[in-house]
Nanobody, 123 residues
Framework: QVQLVESGGGLVQTGGSLRLSCAHS????????TGWFRRVPGKEREFVATITRSGDRSYYAESVKGRFTISRDNAKTTVYLQMNSLKPEDTAVYYC????????????????WGQGTQVTVSS
């Protein structure tokens, strides 16, 4: 069984930074492509970023490209999302997800999800 636990969310002012962490346990993280998604109340969950199993490639939603960076440390079984230049529209619950296959930006292709962590960006 795989468990994902996010942390690092909080309240930050516009232009500030946060780093989210996703601690992975169970099946080897190095076998899993991982992604970050987010949900604003009343809207569908949307793709934010994904990274390959080895960490050699990453992909981003246009809305966060150049501001967010996804990374992973397979030895520490942790995936990170560094968020810089935050905007009020980044306010959402952020979810970490894992799949034992190729990386993907499609929510329904992920098998395991964390419980989410709230990020609030004040204007």
């Amino acid at each position: 069984q795989v468990q994902l636990v996010e942390s690092g969310g909080g309240l930050v002012q516009t232009g500030g930074s946060l780093r989210l962490s996703c601690a992975h346990s169970g099946r080897a993280l190095s076998d899993a492509a991982t992604g970050w998604f987010r949900r604003v109340p009343g809207k569908e969950r949307e793709f934010v970023a994904t990274i390959t199993r080895s960490g050699d490639r990453s992909y981003y939603a246009e809305s966060v490209k150049g501001r967010f960076t996804i990374s992973r440390d397979n030895a520490k079984t942790t995936v990170y999302l560094q968020m810089n230049s935050l905007k009020p529209e980044d306010t959402a619950v952020y979810y970490c997800a894992a799949r034992y296959g190729i990386y993907s930006d499609a929510e329904d292709e992920y098998d395991y999800w964390g419980q989410g962590t709230q990020v609030t960006v004040s204007s």
